[in-house]
């Protein structure tokens, strides 16, 4: 998977992500500090699926007309120990194939999708 990890995210979180075979881009590494709207213009740019803790990008994910090829997952979740939070979001992205295309939001008991709109949507056919 294409990922773009927001700055939110533990380094050991995304070592672990790039050691299972995902494409990592991680905004602490290329762009610290930047807007909401410019990460997610990175994900719309380089096509990643953006994975943050930052319960903003909820209502910006659904605003800005992301294209398919993109998504948005939050986590809503804690665990005693940073491995213990990497296994268990590990074992979340695992239950699908495809994050593209869905704002999700993955808590301690369940995973809630919602269709992103995208431009496509907003024309008359």
């Known amino acids: 998977?294409?990922?773009?990890?927001?700055?939110?995210?533990?380094?050991?979180?995304?070592?672990a992500?790039?050691?299972?075979g995902h494409d990592v881009v991680w905004i602490h590494e290329v762009s610290p500090g930047v807007?909401?709207?410019e990460v997610l213009r990175i994900a719309r740019d380089q096509e990643r699926v953006l994975l943050t803790f930052d319960k903003d990008f909820g209502e910006l994910a659904f605003r800005s007309?992301?294209?398919?090829?993109?998504?948005?997952v939050l986590f809503r979740?804690?665990?005693?120990?940073p491995g213990h939070l990497c296994r268990r979001i590990l074992d979340a992205l695992a239950t699908r194939n495809d994050w593209t295309g869905v704002f999700a939001v993955i808590d301690q008991a369940?995973?809630?999708l919602h269709v992103l709109p995208d431009d496509r949507d907003s024309s008359c056919s």
Do not use: C, F, Y
């Open 110 to 112: 369940r995973i809630r």
């Open 65 to 72: 007309s992301l294209p398919r090829s993109v998504g948005v």
């Open 35 to 37: 807007s909401d709207h």
């Open 1 to 15: 998977m294409r990922v773009l990890a927001d700055e939110n995210i533990p380094k050991v979180l995304v070592a």
């Open 77 to 81: 979740m804690v665990a005693d120990t």
């Open 17 to 20: 992500l790039r050691e299972s």
